[in-house]
């Protein structure tokens, strides 16, 4: 039986988003729209069994978002919850 894990899953909340890239996507391209139930759904059809999340780009820090990084880090665990 083969046990697969996604090492750099990326999830994008619709807050985290807006407090970090708004309307100037890095890379000029915005993602779909993130839920909880469509990574599961994505993992489910990839055969994928484990994610490890990974917050994506540009980050939590003080210099890329107007919230304070401490609290869109900890905000990343409530959709996981």
Do not use: K
Request: one cysteine or more.
């Amino acid at each position: 039986m083969t046990f697969t894990v996604d090492t750099h899953h990326h999830m994008l909340p619709d807050f985290f988003w807006e407090a970090t890239e708004g309307d100037d996507p890095v890379g000029g391209i915005a993602p779909p729209p993130w839920s909880r139930a469509s990574a599961l759904s994505f993992l489910d059809d990839a055969g994928i069994d484990v994610a490890i999340t990974s917050i994506s780009t540009p980050a939590c820090t003080p210099a890329t978002t107007p919230q304070p990084a401490y609290w869109l880090d900890g905000a990343m665990n409530w959709p996981l919850s």
